[in-house]
């Protein structure tokens, strides 16, 4: 392996840190809690070219196929969420990702729990952004990813029939 090589290879994760810290772009996470306020998983999400990656990774849900969304104001009070408020929606669009008069900035595909009560989620949103702007999820509020109980249908309104809300964690800049 050529010295060009070895030097990219140690110095490619500084530079990229480097890059990060200097364009204010540092990644945002939510720690997930259940009703019960035990932590069921991480959402991370990262600017990324022209969009922001959400990655999520849970454990301890019931199994199935469960909505997840980005809601409008930074708060979880446990038991039912409802403090987080609706889906983050600067826009003022229609709700779900299929919704050919959608969709919200906060709308993301479902959530699948396997058997074991773990899953992931990886996709990159054009909706938000970690920046200042109309779209930021760093408003005077925050934000909030919720977890929903039953699958988004990814068209009806308000909230694509994804049922009680399970889990809760508001987004903070990472440091």
């Known amino acids: 392996m050529s010295i060009r090589w070895l030097t990219l290879l140690c110095l490619g994760p500084l530079?990229?840190?480097?890059?990060?810290?200097?364009?204010?772009?540092s990644p945002a996470r939510a720690d997930l809690k259940d009703a019960g306020g035990r932590t069921v998983g991480t959402v991370t999400l990262q600017e990324v070219g022209d969009g922001v990656r959400v990655t999520a990774s849970v454990t301890g849900l019931p199994p199935g196929?469960?909505?997840?969304?980005?809601?409008?104001?930074?708060?979880?009070?446990a038991p039912a969420f409802e403090s987080a408020g609706d889906h983050f929606n600067p826009a003022q669009r229609d709700?779900?990702?299929?919704?050919?008069r959608g969709a919200h900035a906060g709308d993301l595909p479902n959530l699948e729990v396997r058997g074991d009560g773990t899953g992931e989620l990886?996709?990159?949103?054009?909706?938000?952004?970690?920046?200042p702007g109309a779209a930021s999820l760093f408003d005077a509020d925050g934000t909030a990813v919720v977890v929903h109980a039953k699958p988004d249908d990814q068209v009806s309104n308000p909230?694509?029939?994804?049922?009680?809300?399970?889990a809760c964690g508001v987004l903070t800049k990472a440091s």
């Open 15 to 25: 530079l990229a840190a480097s890059a990060e810290a200097q364009s204010g772009q």
């Open 65 to 77: 196929t469960h909505g997840i969304h980005v809601h409008a104001r930074g708060q979880c009070e």
């Open 95 to 100: 709700h779900g990702l299929k919704n050919p």
């Open 122 to 131: 990886d996709y990159v949103t054009h909706d938000v952004t970690l920046k």
């Open 159 to 166: 909230s694509g029939n994804s049922g009680d809300r399970i």
